[in-house]
């Protein structure tokens, strides 16, 4: 599309410009930009034009971090509409500068192939400007996201300018990030950030995306402690070894979370409904898959965590011993060969594991609560509240109290669990202006309900020991997804941490064959 106005667009601009320059500081200037390259891990050097420190508000707040880069491979794809991957480095929560790219993550491989890539950088927890010799913080939510939703508007406003095409653009982060990244992907030009972000000055242009790739996405805030000791409460009295006053608060989130999950209106891809009841199982079906993808990827798993297999001693399809498969799980065959996750995953070292046939054994049940144990011995769980912690059992503030925050640094609770707790008042409750921050920092809010232009396309990942969140967040976010026809591609992919952009040979496969065609 872009490509058929292009012609027409430049001739109109090189008008607009002339006479606009004065007054349009968000117009991109294609000719002010320098060269660098990468070398990338094959060793290949990928050349590049850097358009960096680009402002993309009028009424910048914060210089250090409300700019982007954009990097232009000098040779761009050869396919008529070329992506924009744009990369967000949040972490934590944090504040976060404009990055170059990188030749280990996915910014250096979208420019080797030949894709353009924006790193806007963004305000966050701990950003401050000096007003009137007093030290204001700039980033409490969501003022980062708005950020990046004004870095979306600079890439379509200025869509002929920019090399790429910026009806497709995707977005991709980890952690915080990640949560960024949903996001950007679901609350798209809805009315609820139109105020602020004109007040910011961005640019008149609507920020919706075509992709979101989200890792290990830390979202859903406002249940995420519920969801959390939902799932990981079987590990109270054993790994997590909890005290007296922490079980109790776990049980007491615990205890809220069926209602909740009920309350999403789920349903499994049969069309079953999903409820707290059906939960595991459901659940339980992406560990499955992941381990059996693993497995039959040459990956090596103790028989010590959960997994029961099926290992067949009489060759492909014959007997073996423990009958067939379990729940949802089918014996591969000899030309089973299933694509995407457990590709590349790290192993688990030679040990005293069984040996599998990668072609004929598999995976028949989990023991879900042992592999939770499992995975809260790898990296020691969060202690209830996971996330809206300050001022229940400790006083410190989580990322999460500090970007709900206020303009003088100070904390804040974004539950009011968490809030009654610490104030010691069963009736206390958030006020309004804390209920719409944490309303649109939450992507499950828009999705499905027509307030938002909710990308077609999602990746999402969350590493199945990555414990800094529950399973049931990510679960719930691409489930979400797809029961609104959304294109999905999810997985908890094995063994893996809390990381991101990893496996890149896969989330490439799975970009190009999201391109249209
Ligand atoms: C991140 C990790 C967390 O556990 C969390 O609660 C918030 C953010 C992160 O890595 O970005």
Redesign the pocket.
């Known amino acids: 599309m872009k490509l058929r106005f292009a012609a027409g667009a430049l001739l109109l601009l090189a008008g607009t410009v002339a006479s606009a320059a004065a007054n349009d500081s968000l117009r991109f200037n294609p000719d002010s930009f320098t060269r660098g390259s990468l070398t990338m891990p094959d060793g290949s050097n990928v050349p590049y034009k850097a358009y960096e420190g680009i402002f993309y508000v009028t009424n910048v707040e914060d210089s250090t971090y409300q700019t982007l880069n954009i990097y232009v491979p000098e040779t761009l794809a050869n396919i008529p509409r070329v992506p924009i991957l744009l990369r967000t480095y949040?972490?934590?929560?944090a504040a976060s500068t404009a990055k170059t790219p990188s030749p280990a993550d996915a910014t250096g491989r979208a420019l080797s192939e030949g894709y353009v890539v924006c790193i806007p950088g963004s305000r966050g927890s701990n950003s401050t400007i000096e007003r009137n010799g007093a030290t204001v913080y700039t980033g409490m939510a969501p003022n980062g996201l708005l950020d990046l939703k004004a870095a979306v508007r600079y890439l379509r406003y200025n869509d002929a300018l920019i090399p790429g095409d910026s009806e497709l653009i995707f977005t991709d982060g980890?952690?915080?990030?990640g949560a960024m990244s949903s996001l950007l992907g679901a609350t798209a030009n809805a009315r609820d950030y139109e105020s602020d972000l004109k007040k910011m000055g961005a640019a008149d242009a609507t920020d919706n995306v075509f992709a979101a790739i989200c890792y290990c996405p830390?979202t859903d805030l406002n249940h995420a402690d519920m969801e959390y000791e939902w799932l990981y409460g079987c590990t109270n009295t054993g790994v997590r070894n909890l005290s007296e006053a922490q079980i109790a608060i776990s049980n007491e989130l615990a205890a809220e979370c069926p209602a909740y999950i009920n309350s999403l209106g789920l349903t499994m891809k049969d069309g079953t409904p999903l409820t707290a009841d059906n939960y595991k199982d459901y659940l339980k079906g992406f560990l499955l898959e992941s381990a059996h993808r693993a497995l039959q990827e040459g990956c090596v798993i103790p028989d010590t965590i959960g997994f029961t297999f099926y290992q067949d001693k009489s060759g492909p399809m014959g007997g073996g011993p423990g009958g067939g498969p379990g729940r949802g799980m089918r014996p591969g065959g000899k030309d089973f060969k299933p694509a995407g996750d457990g590709r590349q995953a790290p192993s688990f070292g030679p040990g005293n594991a069984p040996r599998f046939n990668k072609t004929s054994d598999f995976v028949t049940a989990l023991d879900l609560d042992r592999y939770l144990s499992y995975v809260a011995s790898v990296t020691p769980l969060k202690t209830p509240p996971a996330?809206d912690q300050m001022g229940v059992l400790i006083d410190t503030p989580?990322?999460?109290n500090n970007v709900f925050g206020n303009e003088k640094g100070e904390a804040a609770n974004f539950t009011d669990f968490s809030l009654q707790h610490r104030l010691h008042n069963p009736s206390a409750k958030l006020n309004k202006e804390m209920v719409r921050h944490v309303e649109v920092m939450n992507p499950m809010n828009f999705i499905g309900t027509g307030k938002s232009t909710v990308a077609p396309n999602w990746y999402i990942r969350h590493g199945a020991k990555d414990r800094?969140?529950s399973f049931l967040v990510p679960v719930n976010l691409a489930t979400k997804l797809q029961n609104d026809g959304k294109n999905v591609d999810f997985a908890l992919p094995w063994n893996r941490p809390?990381s991101g952009d990893y496996n890149l040979d896969d989330l490439f496969r799975w970009i190009k064959a999201t391109l249209p065609r």
């Open positions: 949040v972490g934590g929560y980890t952690s915080a990030g830390i996330f989580s990322p999460e800094d969140t809390h």
